[in-house]
């Protein structure tokens, strides 16, 4: 009987905890295989000869002290690999689609494109990942790696894989060669295959449409990947310490859908960087209740916070983690369904601010369109919109000008709890607001605004029409003041082009009676050159520091008031 039929086949299964922190390596192993397994019983040993008498069919040894678990476990008379097994010796078990038989398809077949859900899908299936460098990394064995590199450093044996030319072509080759019995198959006969797996979401998505019948077993490489490398995942968090300068619950309740469906449990992609899946190919479900959010969530839980950014997110103070260790959070109030869900997957907009983009994007392509609907047509179907607490929608464009966000903000005829609208305020008119007045409990807007006066404005938010800009706030500071709106923020991305407005702008806020002004510094997302971004644009040096110029402006009295929120702050 092999590893697997032996683990899974156990109907009386122990979790020994060994030695230093064993409570921290037991509690993880449960919430990710308590259910899988069956596991009823576990324990802590804090003496060997504290060690149950009770005999089980199968021990799980919960360590991070191999050598001295293994002499404990062997005195016991165990026989390791057949009683008894460490714990990250089952975690392959959470690879569930590695021998699952997948097709790699392109539709409505391109040679291009074929050629990438080959490589791409058979990296994924096992084990390797080819980020976006040009040949990438390889996930093997204990070395980890994401866009970030965040987690690496967290595995005992992490070392930088080589080979990567040798890795990109071996996957090619070996990719070609398995999928060969494909190519020449008709449509009809993907129905022997478990999963028919796509590179491009676009081509997933029509696939679907046209071929009802296959749809559920259509998913992209994103949504692979996930199902066949949660083990690596699960072994980062697994080993990591826990830290505890940081109190953040955000992945237990918030669902962040970006750019071609690509989903998130964090509010912000770059503090959180790993997919879930795609919400326009996979279910909404599949994707909150997957394997990897758990091990995510896990992160969380257990107060390790592996996959986040401890650089970007300002929730992570500059203060060294003290000597006490922070409680396991309670996990009680985990639904089935996000508390939060982040819209941010249609990028068109009606200005073209340096800030954010070089030219306007006023309209997607057919296939971006296709991509977008689908994931609107999933989270209407899916009934989160009326369950969530709070919607936010509109990060990466100008909601009020996408069909989809629209869509979302106005469909259905159930009332909803909360929305959060993100908007430059241009296309905010009493006609957009008779049709959203009534729908939600509870409503707020956060207002892009960048300036104080229309010169400026003009400069920093191209496109845009000021003095339509302040009638549109005035109605909204109308809404405010009769309470139709809850909240009112309005940011301003501080830059060289603006920040000498800043109290200005303070002033302008608090006269419409806005509940917050928030300043954040300028990021450069392509639209400089590094030397043009840190002399000529930003106001903060390469190494983060605030530029005398904007210290003395902030020494004004007004921006020290209540309702301003400077983002750069810890």
């Known amino acids: 009987m092999g590893i697997e039929s032996t683990i899974k086949n156990a109907k009386n299964v122990l979790t ?35 060690f149950p008498v009770k005999k089980y069919e199968l021990y799980i ?43 790699y398809l392109s539709y409505p077949g391109s040679f291009k494109s074929r050629l990438k859900a080959v490589l791409f899908g058979y990296a994924a299936r096992h084990g390797k990942i080819l980020p976006r460098e040009r040949y990438g990394e390889l996930l093997k064995g204990r070395s980890v790696y994401t ?26 080759f070996f990719g070609i060669a398995e999928s060969i019995p494909q190519i020449s198959a008709k449509k009809s006969l993907y129905e022997k295959y478990e999963y028919i797996c796509f590179y491009d979401v676009s081509e997933a998505v029509k696939f679907r449409t046209d071929y009802p019948a296959l749809a559920e077993k259509v998913i992209t490489v994103e949504e692979l990947k996930t199902h066949t490398m949660a083990s690596l995942y699960m072994r980062a968090v697994y080993f990591d310490k826990r830290q505890n300068g940081c109190l953040c619950d955000t992945p237990l309740k918030t669902l962040w859908i970006g750019p071609k469906g690509t989903t998130r449990l964090c509010g912000c992609p770059d503090y959180l ?3 879930l899946g795609n919400a ?41 983690d003290g000597t006490e260790l922070l409680r396991r959070k309670d996990i009680s109030e985990n ?37 977008i609907d689908a994931c609107t047509q999933a989270l209407l179907k899916s009934g989160w919109l009326e369950k969530t607490d709070s919607l936010v929608i509109g990060a990466s464009g100008e909601t009020f000008l996408s069909p989809s966000y629209r869509r979302i903000l106005y469909d259905g005829i159930v009332k909803r709890n909360s929305i959060s609208v993100m908007t430059n305020g241009t296309l905010f008119t009493p006609q957009e607001w008779e049709k959203m007045e009534g729908k939600y409990d509870s409503l707020r807007f956060s207002v892009s ?95 983060g520091n605030m530029k005398p110029e904007l210290a003395r402006i902030l020494e004004d009295p007004v921006c020290r008031d209540p309702i301003v929120d400077m983002r750069w702050d810890g």
């Open 61 to 103: 040894c919960c360590t991070y002290d191999r050598q001295s678990a293994q002499v404990i476990m062997d005195g016991q008379g165990l026989k390791y690999g057949k009683e008894w097994f460490f714990a990250e010796d089952t975690f392959f078990l959470l690879d569930d689609r590695k021998n699952c038989r997948i097709a």
């Open 449 to 543: 605004i960048d300036a104080a006066t229309k010169g400026t404005y003009e400069k920093v938010r191209c496109g845009g029409n000021f003095d339509r800009l302040m009638k549109n706030m005035e109605f909204l500071s109308g809404l405010r003041k009769e309470g139709k709106v809850d909240e009112v923020i309005v940011n301003m991305i501080v830059q060289k082009a603006n920040y000498k407005e800043i109290p200005d702008f303070i002033r302008w806020a608090k006269k419409l009676g806005f509940d917050g002004v928030y300043l954040s510094h300028i990021w450069n997302w392509g639209t400089f050159t590094e030397d043009e971004f840190e002399n000529n644009v930003s106001m903060f040096d390469k190494n």
């Open 280 to 320: 326009g190919v996979t279910d909404c479900r599949g994707i909150w209740e997957s394997t990897l959010a758990g091990i995510i969530r896990l992160s969380v839980i257990n107060n390790t916070y592996t996959f986040c950014s401890r650089d970007l997110c300002r929730k992570f103070n500059a203060n060294e």
């Open 273 to 275: 960087d790993i997919s």
């Open 335 to 371: 639904t089935d369904h996000p508390d939060i869900i982040k819209i941010a997957n249609d990028y068109t907009c009606n200005l073209h601010c340096p800030s954010c983009r070089k030219s306007i994007h006023a309209k997607n392509d057919e296939k971006t369109e296709r991509e």
């Open 147 to 172: 866009n970030g590199n965040r987690f690496s450093r967290h595995l005992p044996g992490n070392r930088k894989p080589s080979g990567s030319r040798l890795i990109y072509l071996s996957c090619l």
């Open 16 to 50: 020994v905890g060994i030695g230093k922190n064993s409570e921290k390596a037991v509690a993880d192993y449960l919430y990710i295989f308590r259910e899988k397994l069956g596991i009823k019983d576990s324990t802590v040993l804090e003496d060997e000869s504290l």
